[in-house]
């Protein structure tokens, strides 16, 4: 049993590496969360369709709607911030950036990332309230 859990915990964090590395990590952890609901549908399945008695199934509860409505939340906010739906402040900040106009959205100053140098600054991660300098420079 134990030699199956490890091959079964092997080919998962295998998949799971080979969908970041294809997809993104948005698609490992929505697919993750589609796997915990499709678990605790298969749990409530068994307990309801095959055997009450089972030990591999799930009764609802009162707690059961409080855990739909965290996982839907969890669901929503994953997919929100995958791209797959927008909220309503960031649509604004979309359509500006396909315009190219996401620099009155974006105040970090950036170096390009073509250039042979590097941005340093002392004491502070915020570059306009510290001494910075550029350094290796051609």
């Known amino acids: 049993l134990n030699a199956a859990f490890i091959v079964a915990a092997a080919a998962l964090n295998a998949s799971a590496i080979w969908v970041t590395s294809i997809l993104s990590g948005v698609h490992r952890n929505m697919l993750d969360m589609m796997r915990t609901s499709l678990i605790w549908s298969f749990g409530i399945f068994i307990h309801y369709a095959v055997s009450s008695t089972s030990d591999y ?3 609802l509860t009162k707690l ?13 906010g994953q997919m929100t ?8 402040r960031a649509t604004d900040a979309n359509k500006a950036a396909a315009k190219g106009e996401a620099a009155a959205y974006d105040k970090t100053p950036r170096l390009p990332s073509s250039a ?3 941005l340093v600054c002392m004491g502070s991660l915020s570059p306009q309230s510290q001494d910075c300098s550029i350094v290796g420079g051609a």
Do not use: K, M, T
């Not at 911030?81 to 309503?88: N, Q």
């Open 81 to 88: 911030y995958g791209g797959v739906f927008s909220a309503p």
């Open 57 to 59: 199934g799930e009764q």
């Open 64 to 76: 059961s709607a409080l855990q739909l409505v965290g996982f839907s939340l969890l669901v929503v």
């Open 116 to 118: 042979p140098c590097a």
